[in-house]
């Protein structure tokens, strides 16, 4: 069984960056494939990010070309490096490989 902890969030300006971090404790950390997940004030949590145990990655449309999902298998970490930030990226960010969930770090991007 897999336990996420995220961290990193924070209050950053329009169009500055954050590095938001998941620690994974757990077996077979390698073979899973992680996630990152928001959800805003009154919306639906939405997937934002993924990768793969090869290392594949997909996007959301809303981050393309913003924000990299990379992971240190040697060190049981998935990141989102999240560039360009814009208000509409306010959120609680999740770090997650289904079925198990973080409890998430809130991320405020002032405009």
């Known amino acids: 069984q897999v336990q996420l902890v995220e961290s990193g969030g924070g209050l950053v300006q329009t169009g500055g960056s954050l590095r938001l971090s998941c620690a994974a404790s757990g077996s077979n950390f390698s073979i899973n494939a992680m996630g990152w997940y928001r959800q805003a004030p009154g919306k639906l949590r939405e997937a934002v990010a993924a990768?793969?145990?090869?290392?594949?990655?997909n996007y959301a449309d809303s981050v393309k070309g913003r924000f990299i999902i990379y992971r240190d298998n040697a060190k049981n970490m998935v990141y989102l490096q999240m560039n360009n930030l814009k208000p509409e990226d306010t959120a609680v960010y999740y770090c997650a490989s289904p079925p198990t969930w973080g409890k998430g770090t809130l991320v405020t991007v002032s405009s």
């Open positions: 990768i793969n145990s090869a290392g594949r990655t």
